[in-house]
T-cell receptor, first 113, second 111 residues
C-alpha cells in the first residue's frame, strides 16, 4: 500500500449520471493531484491542490469538478461525461515546495457508456 | 520547454538482458529526475531518482545515467527479469514545481 487510497476501483457510468471519485492520503502530505491516464498517452495532470487551495487547472472541461475539503481528502465530481473520458484516474500526493516523491493511488478505472 | 520526451514507446528484452529507456528534456531549470514503475492495475510507484549533481545512481539492478550537457537521462535495468515487465515513466521537476512526465515505455521481458 502506498498510503494513498482511491475509491471506487472501478466505475461504469452513463453519460447523464453524476458520480464522484474519492482519494484519501495518510502520509501528512500538503499537496494532492488528479491525473488522467489514457491508453497510449502520457499521464495528464488535471488538477493540483496545495494546502487545500487549487493552484492548477490544466484546461480541464467543467464536467470534471474537483474538491479538496482538507489536506487528506480529494474528490473528483463527474457529471455528463463523454465516452472519451473513459480512462484510469489517478490521485497522487506529495510535499509541496520540494522535490520529493509523489505517491500514487491505485486509480479508478472509469468507463463511460 | 516543459516537455520530457521518452523513448522507446515499447521495448522487448530477453531475460538476463539489459533494458535501456531514454529521456530528454529542454528546461535547464529541472533539478530532480525520478523514474516511476507501473504494473497493470496499479498506480505508478517511485523506482529511483537522481539530481543533476551526480552523473549516475545505482540501486540494485537499476541505474540512472545522467548527462547534464546533453540534457538526457536514461534508465538501465541489468539482468532484466520477467517481473520487471511494466510501464516505466521518466519525469522531471524544477524546484517546487510539479512533476512533468514522459510518455511512458511498456517493457516486456521474455522468459
Amino acid at each position: 500500500e502506498t498510503g494513498v487510497t482511491q475509491t471506487p476501483r472501478h466505475l461504469v457510468m452513463g453519460m447523464t449520471n453524476k458520480k464522484s471519485l474519492k482519494c484519501e492520503q495518510h502520509l501528512g502530505h500538503n499537496a494532492m493531484y488528479w491525473y488522467k491516464q489514457s491508453a497510449k498517452k502520457p499521464l495528464e495532470l488535471m488538477f493540483v491542490y496545495s494546502l487545500e487551495e487549487r493552484v492548477e487547472n490544466n484546461s480541464v472541461p467543467s464536467r470534471f469538478s474537483p474538491e479538496c475539503p482538507n489536506s487528506s481528502h480529494l474528490f473528483l465530481h463527474l457529471h455528463t461525461l463523454q465516452p472519451e473520458d473513459s480512462a484510469l484516474y489517478l490521485c497522487a500526493s506529495s510535499f509541496q515546495g520540494m522535490n520529493t516523491e509523489a505517491f500514487f493511488g491505485q486509480g479508478t478505472r472509469l468507463t463511460v457508456v | 520547454q516543459q516537455q520530457v520526451k521518452q523513448s522507446p514507446q515499447s521495448l522487448i528484452v530477453q531475460k538476463g538482458g539489459i533494458s535501456i529507456i531514454n529521456c530528454a528534456y529542454e528546461n535547464t531549470a529541472f533539478d530532480y529526475f525520478p523514474w516511476y514503475q507501473q504494473f497493470p492495475g496499479k498506480g505508478p510507484a517511485l523506482l529511483i531518482a537522481i539530481r543533476p549533481d551526480v552523473s549516475e545512481k545505482k540501486e540494485g539492478r537499476f541505474t540512472i545515467s545522467f548527462n547534464k550537457s546533453a540534457k538526457q537521462f536514461s534508465l538501465h535495468i541489468m539482468d532484466s527479469q520477467p517481473g520487471d515487465s511494466a510501464t516505466y515513466f521518466c519525469a522531471a521537476s524544477a524546484g517546487a514545481q510539479k512533476l512533468v512526465f514522459g510518455q511512458g515505455t511498456r517493457l516486456t521481458i521474455n522468459p
